[in-house]
Structures are given as structure tokens and as C-alpha cells.
Nanobody, 124 residues
Framework: QVQLVESGGGLVQAGGSLRLSCVVSGRTFSSYGMGWFRQAPGKEREFVAAIMGSGSRINYADSVKGRFTISRDNAKNTVYLQMNSLKPEDTAVYCC?????????????????WGQGTQVTVSS
């Protein structure tokens, strides 16, 4: 059973930064495509960023390009989301997701495993 556990959320003022972490259980982490998604109250789940198993290819949503950075440490079974220049509209529950086929795209339906999420709140 693959488990994903996020951490690092919290309350921050607009313009501030947070770094989210997602630790994944299992012995084949380096083969997983990993993604970050977010969901604000009353809105659909939204793609944020995703990274290939090797870390050599990355995708970002246009809304976070230049502000957020996704990275991974395969030795630690961990994927990160560094969020800078945060805006109130970034407020959401952020979840990480893993695909054991290596997918690292935009579609949430393609991912096999999900974490419970961590709340990020950005005050104006």
C-alpha cells in the first residue's frame, strides 16, 4: 500500500513563502510521476505542478509559473513544492499525487495515489 503524507501548510501573508513536502512510502518512488493539486472551497480540483520520476521534466500551471517550484529527492522519497510570492487566490488544500506508470501531467484521474492534503491560507 502506497501512502502519501503532506506537510508544510499554514497561514502566511500575501507575498510570503511556504514549502510543502510530500513523503511517499514504497520502494519504487523514483519511478513515480508526482503531482501537486489544489482545491479551494466551492471550486474544482486544480493542477498546480508535476515532475517526472527522474526529475528531468516538469509541468506547471500557468497561474503558478515563475512563483512555484516543484522538486524531488528520490533518496528521501519526497517531493517538494516551494511557493513564493503567494497570493490570496492561492488559498486551498494542497494535495500530492503519485502515478506508478510515471505520468506527470495535468489530469487528476491519471494518478493512482493521493495524500490527505495540507491547508494553505494566504491573507491579504
Amino acid at each position: 500500500q502506497v501512502q502519501l503524507v503532506e506537510s508544510g501548510g499554514g497561514l502566511v501573508q500575501a507575498g510570503g513563502s511556504l514549502r510543502l513536502s510530500c513523503v511517499v512510502s514504497g520502494r519504487t518512488f523514483s519511478s513515480y510521476g508526482m503531482g501537486w493539486f489544489r482545491q479551494a472551497p466551492g471550486k474544482e480540483r486544480e493542477f498546480v505542478a508535476a515532475i517526472m520520476g527522474s526529475g528531468s521534466r516538469i509541468n506547471y500551471a500557468d497561474s503558478v509559473k515563475g512563483r512555484f517550484t516543484i522538486s524531488r529527492d528520490n533518496a528521501k522519497n519526497t517531493v517538494y513544492l516551494q511557493m513564493n510570492s503567494l497570493k490570496p487566490e492561492d488559498t486551498a488544500v494542497y494535495c500530492c499525487a503519485a502515478d506508478n506508470g510515471g505520468y506527470f501531467g495535468y489530469s487528476p484521474q491519471a494518478y493512482d495515489y493521493w495524500g490527505q492534503g495540507t491547508q494553505v491560507t494566504v491573507s491579504s
